[in-house]
Antibody, heavy 117, light 111 residues
Framework: EVQLVQSGAEVKKPGESLKISCKGS????????IGWVRQMPGKGLEWMGV????????RYMPSFQGQVTISADKSISTAYLQWSSLKASDTAMYYC??????????WGQGTLVTVSS | QSALTQPRSVSGSPGQSVTISCTGT?????????VSWYQHHPGKTPKLIIY???ERPSGVPDRFSGSKSGNTASLTISGLQSEDEADYYC???????????FGGGTKLTVL
């Protein structure tokens, strides 16, 4: 059974750094694109970017390029989403997602990130 | 502003049919047969209900169907049930990004 299990909710202050994770199991982690989808409060779903763990090829949606860093550690089948300096506008639910031709086959349970002073 | 355009809301009575449109461009919806649809109940994880424009994953009722004409894809839900009340999102592969773009989402109300 394919599973994507994300790290728990986070409460951070503006300017702090953060790295959230998504562990894949039940499939070949290195053989599938995996990415991150943001949902801000009361808003819709947005693809942020994707990574192919097999060769670390990464693609970002232009609006997120330079704002976040996507990475993966294939030795532990885990993908990451990282911020170096959080802003209040980063407050959102973040889902990891296994992607194929733009579609999400499988979703993580979501990680709620709250940034507040 | 989302890359794909969906109506903000649609509604229908139990047993009726509703159609949700998703308009893109010749670089995404019009260029690829890689349109997917998701049902999202608040507080839950989104659920894939249509992929490849018309295909339904195992376990999705055949009341849900997808189609595409030109740059516009559509999701039709027939025989509306109360549990269909949710937000629905379309998504298309976009060649200029090399992955997907979502629509803004449509809130379905079952009257």
């Amino acid at each position: 059974e394919v599973q994507l299990v994300q790290s728990g909710a986070e409460v951070k202050k503006p300017g702090e750094s953060l790295k959230i994770s998504c562990k894949g199991s039940g499939y070949s982690f290195t053989g599938h694109w995996i990415g991150w989808v943001r949902q801000m409060p009361g808003k819709g779903l947005e693809w942020m970017g994707v990574i192919f763990p097999g060769d670390s090829n990464i693609r970002y949606m232009p609006s997120f390029q330079g704002q976040v860093t996507i990475s993966a550690d294939k030795s532990i089948s885990t993908a990451y989403l990282q911020w170096s300096s959080l802003k209040a506008s980063d407050t959102a639910m973040y889902y990891c997602a296994r992607e194929v031709w733009g579609a999400v086959e499988y979703w993580g349970q979501g990680t709620l990130v709250t940034v507040s002073s | 502003q989302s890359a794909l355009t969906q109506p903000r809301s649609v509604s229908g009575s139990p047993g009726q049919s509703v159609t949700i449109s998703c308009t893109g461009t010749s670089s995404d919806v019009g260029a690829y047969n890689y349109v997917s649809w998701y049902q999202h109940h608040p507080g839950k994880t989104p659920k894939l209900i249509i992929y490849g424009v018309t295909e339904r994953p195992s376990g999705v009722p055949d009341r849900f169907s997808g189609s595409k004409s030109g740059n516009t894809a559509s999701l039709t839900i027939s025989g509306l049930q109360s549990e269909d009340e949710a937000d629905y999102y379309c998504c298309s592969y976009a060649g200029h990004y090399s992955f997907g773009v979502f629509g803004g989402g449509t809130k379905l109300t079952v009257l």
